[in-house]
């Protein structure tokens, strides 16, 4: 059975379904889904690729502003960093390596926790970082569940990994590496990189709030009132469509937000994403971003191939770091990615990126992939990064390097 066939299964048993599931299903069904289908489908040969794909250099960088916010939080004996949608974990294997290289006494301090649902992707990972599991400073979390379970079960002094253990649902199997136990009270840092724009959103209109249908040969589009939460979404966080128009409303990617600021007991949320603010829909940006991609081509049609392509929607990072400060964190003004990379890479002339270049075509070699990384005309204007802290003073938060750059250069906001 085609995953369309099983969408139309289960219209016919539940009646239409909201945008969100069936962007769920596209992305995230265990064996038809996006993500599950072809873990090859990431890289530069795939259909997409994130800043992993490009050079090591990036999670060199952020493995040398790890080390900084574990400074920054007293260098503690023990820190914990939980990626989200880790991917195949080239990430991951980056700042593991680069700080074992680098950055030894954060090393030794960190474990390096992974939470990715797709269970192709979760055999690339054990791959991948198989040195790392073995020596049992990385784990493989068992991620059938999503954060808002863990978060509205969870009593606030279990560690992440007790709440995963109990948590209903298939037993965590010894090479899931998911049985380290770090304590409650250790410092942990959530790390999400292209994460929040691949959660299902909800899809508005005036004539309300999108449902999907049985058609003659297609699915066929209805639409309901909206719920109050929805409504509520609109009024706060963004703008109300006007006719013709359709406005994403990621009450998905809200809850993720509240369910992992709560997980902090002290340190940080990193995200980074494309994105934009409320100041800049008010401007009349930014408004009506859900896109599909198949391999590196824009297809403009979400229904055209359910399970072979990428769905995504803009995230709005006014609503996050809404929803963050709701949670007891402080958040910084929004970045650039170029403005956080260069503010990390400035002091050392980006030694992270050219130390291991021998030859001058090398070194040419990682300039151009650099530029990739931080120029407008690559990823640097594109994606922006949020930081939030929870439990450390924010004297010495913004003293980080990572956000040097852009407070010489003038601080961007999240103004209403």
Not at 73 to 85: A, D, K, R, T, Y
Not at 288 to 298: C, D, K, M, N, P
Not at 355 to 366: D, G, H, T
């Amino acid at each position: 059975m085609t995953l369309r066939e099983k969408i139309v299964q289960e219209i016919r048993e539940c009646g239409p379904i909201p945008f969100s599931r069936y962007m769920e299903l596209c992305l995230y069904h265990p064996e038809l889904g996006y993500y599950s289908r072809h873990a090859e489908q990431f890289g530069k040969s795939g259909g997409f690729y994130t800043s992993s794909d490009v050079h090591a250099v990036f999670g060199r960088l952020l493995a040398r502003q790890f080390d900084e916010m574990w400074r920054v939080l007293g260098s503690p004996e023990q820190i914990e960093i939980l990626e989200l949608g880790p991917g195949r974990g080239l990430f991951a294997q980056d700042v593991l390596d680069w700080s074992g290289k680098k950055f030894s006494e954060f090393f030794r301090a960190l474990h390096y926790s992974l939470l990715e649902r797709s269970p192709a992707l979760r055999e690339r990972l054990q791959s991948t970082l198989d040195r790392h599991f073995k020596t049992d400073k990385a784990s493989l979390l068992n991620d059938a569940y999503d954060p808002l379970t863990l978060s509205s079960r969870a009593e606030p002094s279990r560690s992440l990994r007790e709440r995963l253990g109990e948590v209903e649902g298939p037993a965590v199997s010894p090479q899931d590496h998911s049985q380290t136990a770090i304590a409650p009270d250790v410092p942990l840092i959530i790390f999400a990189n292209e994460f929040f724009d691949a959660l299902p959103v909800e899809i508005l209109t005036t004539q309300g709030a999108l449902r999907l249908a049985e058609g003659n040969e297609h699915l066929a589009e209805t639409w309901v009132a909206p719920s109050p939460e929805e409504l509520e979404f609109l009024d706060r966080h963004s703008v109300h469509p006007e006719e013709g128009e359709r406005i994403e409303v990621p009450l998905a990617a809200q809850g993720y937000m509240e369910a992992v600021a709560r997980l902090v007991p002290r340190g940080f949320i990193l995200a980074i994403d494309y994105g934009y603010t409320r100041q800049e829909q008010l401007a009349g940006r930014h408004r009506g971003t859900l896109a599909a991609y198949r391999q590196h081509s824009e297809s403009g049609n979400p229904y055209e191939a359910p399970g072979e392509q990428d769905i995504t929607a803009h995230v709005n990072f006014s609503a996050l770091a809404d929803v963050a400060g709701q949670q007891g964190m402080t958040v910084q003004p929004l970045l650039t990615q170029s403005q956080f990379l260069l503010g990390i890479g400035e002091h050392s002339q980006f030694l992270d990126a050219f130390e291991e270049c021998r030859l001058p075509q090398e070194r040419a070699k990682v300039a151009l992939q650099l530029k990739h990384l931080v120029t407008p005309e690559g990823m640097g204007e594109t994606f922006h990064v949020l930081l939030a802290s929870k439990g450390v003073a924010n004297e010495k938060v913004v003293g980080l390097s990572g956000l040097g750059f852009g407070k010489r250069r003038g601080d961007s906001s999240f103004a209403d």
